[in-house]
């Protein structure tokens, strides 16, 4: 029996870690439910994602050698989904994941069923969420939160506004992926 990959795109600043980490917190004590620490060649820090990190150097290895389920580029970094992700899927189970928008069609490539959710938030909100962080200059976050508006609604099954409360995409988000548990039973 086939699980399922429910990957979560969105433009930077749009609230994917918020999302999942509220997504994780309501559903802690579900064994069957998988929430994927990506791997990506960035530091991790407090205010980024939780996430392994790599070297450069150590991704392309462990690329190499079959530890990633699915692995891509964007942002002048690497992510991947590691290969436990196919295990837990490949059991039956469900698995939750940051993804990125470009990665779609590779991920959708390494899984059966994959069902890809938008999350979206006004421009402003994501422009006030990206100066928050504080990694980029004003005109770098201009031109991130005119990407997103281009890239849109870019191969994704499902769409959820994150510009109200997290309570509200964080529920919503919830909702999918218990609505998906009662449809596999």
């Known amino acids: 029996m086939q699980g399922t ?3 979560v795109v969105g433009p930077s600043g749009a609230g994917k870690d918020s999302v999942i980490g509220y997504a994780r917190e309501r559903l802690a004590d579900r064994s ?3 929430f994927v620490r990506r791997i990506v060649t960035r530091e991790a820090t407090a205010e980024a994602e939780d996430h392994d990190s ?4 150590a991704f392309d290895e462990a690329r190499l050698t079959g530890r990633f389920a699915v692995s891509w580029r964007a942002n002048g970094l690497s992510y991947a989904l590691p290969a436990s992700t196919m295990d837990h899927v490949g059991r039956g189970g469900t698995a939750i994941a940051n993804g990125s928008r470009g990665a779609i069609e ?7 069923n994959v069902i890809v959710v938008g999350l979206t938030a006004r421009p402003e ?11 980029e200059t004003a005109q770098e976050i201009g031109l991130r939160v005119e990407r997103g508006l281009k890239l849109g609604a870019y191969g994704q099954d499902i769409t959820i506004d994150n510009s109200a409360e997290l309570r509200t995409a964080g529920e919503a988000l919830v909702s999918i992926i218990t609505g ?3 449809l596999a039973s």
């Not at 790599?54 to 150097?57: D, F, Q």
């Not at 909100?125 to 990694?135: Q, T, V």
């Open 5 to 7: 990959l429910i990957v």
């Open 32 to 34: 069957d439910i998988l």
């Open 54 to 57: 790599l070297s450069e150097i």
């Open 106 to 112: 590779d991920i959708r490539a390494a899984f059966a």
């Open 125 to 135: 909100i994501i422009a006030a969420r990206l100066s928050a962080r504080g990694r």
């Open 180 to 182: 998906r548990l009662s």
